[in-house]
């Protein structure tokens, strides 16, 4: 077991305010007990939610039975009324808070959201943010059910996995979303890992990019095997560019061999990985690399390895950061 508290070198600048997996045992078998922390709804999410409700309403834009239906404030069904149907400008308007003021600039809300019963709970902040939740929720329930009348039969398998990746599950039946517990949320975890790849000044790091971007989109569309090669690939994207990037300075003596299960012994020899990281990231390669997982149902199986890959690919990230920045031989701490 890979503990952060018994010291990983270039690691010392890793916030330990930060809640993550990485601040859990690093391997992989560990790692499945844990999802995602839910935040706001993701903007891909929100955008497959406006597809789907113009296409529910057939473009209408009186609504005001259907959510009526769905047990939504009077204030939000005027309100909504307004925007003639601009289901994304209702969405984002609802996580902006630009939805609750009549025109830009005036400070004095519209009637009727500041006696909601939720308001004193949740305010401006957050209220905006649990109705988007029900909307997502009720979009689900309307697709999975019988359609009543003048609602179009589609499809929101896609908008589901979507919700997944933010964190949350649909309870149709009380029409919310509920919190899928554990430290991550994959959004979170895949803006900030982009960033470390875009710093990272890996030569094939465009590479790297689409292999982590290929993997999500793909699990939205419900390629779950698909997803779970793109996760592999992109691990092993990065472990081949830190290890050719490594050689190339030609500080170690140690000659750079081919395939990702020498390469990440190479590391161990050349210092960037210590006995127990190195003998984690073979076991996560493992995983990544097994065909198949008995008792795990393949979407399960993407799911978890795109978080895994997302918690791994951080960890080579910010230890090649500081081994960078030491020209390729040693870390700034022990």
């Known amino acids: 077991m890979v503990l952060l508290s018994r010291g990983h070198p270039g690691l010392s600048f ?9 601040t859990a045992e690093l391997n992989p078998l560990s790692l499945l007990q844990f999802w995602h922390m839910p935040g706001k709804i993701s903007q891909r999410s929100i955008g497959e939610m406006g597809r789907l409700l113009v296409k529910l309403f057939n473009h209408r834009s009186d609504v005001r039975e259907i959510l009526c239906d769905g047990n939504f404030p009077s204030w939000l069904i005027q309100r ?13 308007g609802l996580q902006n808070g630009t939805f609750f003021f009549p025109h830009a600039g005036m400070t004095r809300p519209i009637a009727g959201v500041m006696d909601d019963p939720l308001f004193d709970e949740l305010g401006f902040d957050s209220i905006g943010d649990f109705y988007v939740e029900k909307l997502a929720a009720f979009v689900v329930r309307l697709t999975n059910s019988d359609p009543p009348p003048g609602i179009t ?24 979303l509920i919190p899928l517990e554990g430290p991550v949320r994959a959004q979170e975890e895949e803006d900030r890992l982009t960033k470390l790849v875009k710093a990272s000044g890996l030569p094939a790091k465009d590479v790297v990019l689409k292999h982590l971007q290929d993997a999500h989109s793909l699990y939205g569309e419900g390629k779950h095997h698909s997803s779970l090669g793109e996760s592999r690939s992109f691990i092993q994207a990065l472990i081949d560019g830190i290890s050719i990037e490594t050689d ?14 020498p390469r990440i012994e190479y590391l161990k020899a050349v210092g960037f990985l ?11 390669w493992g995983t990544l690399s097994a065909g198949s997982h008995p008792g795990v149902p393949e979407q399960e ?4 390895m795109f978080v895994l890959a997302l918690e791994f690919g951080q960890f080579l990230l ?14 700034s701490s022990p």
Do not use: C
């Open 14 to 22: 890793f916030s330990s305010g930060r809640r993550s997996i990485l």
């Open 153 to 176: 039969s589609l499809n929101s398998d896609r908008l589901r996995r979507l919700l997944q990746l933010d964190g949350f599950d649909v309870d149709e039946e009380n029409i919310r």
């Open 274 to 284: 210590t006995s127990d990281e190195q003998a984690a990231f073979n076991s996560a």
């Open 248 to 261: 190339s300075h030609g500080k170690h003596s140690r000659g750079l061999p081919g395939g990702t299960g």
């Open 301 to 304: 199986q993407a799911r978890i």
């Open 80 to 92: 909504s009324q307004e925007y003639a149907g601009n289901w994304l400008g209702i969405l984002w």
């Open 318 to 331: 910010i230890k090649f950061t500081d081994w960078r920045a030491n020209a390729y031989s040693k870390f």
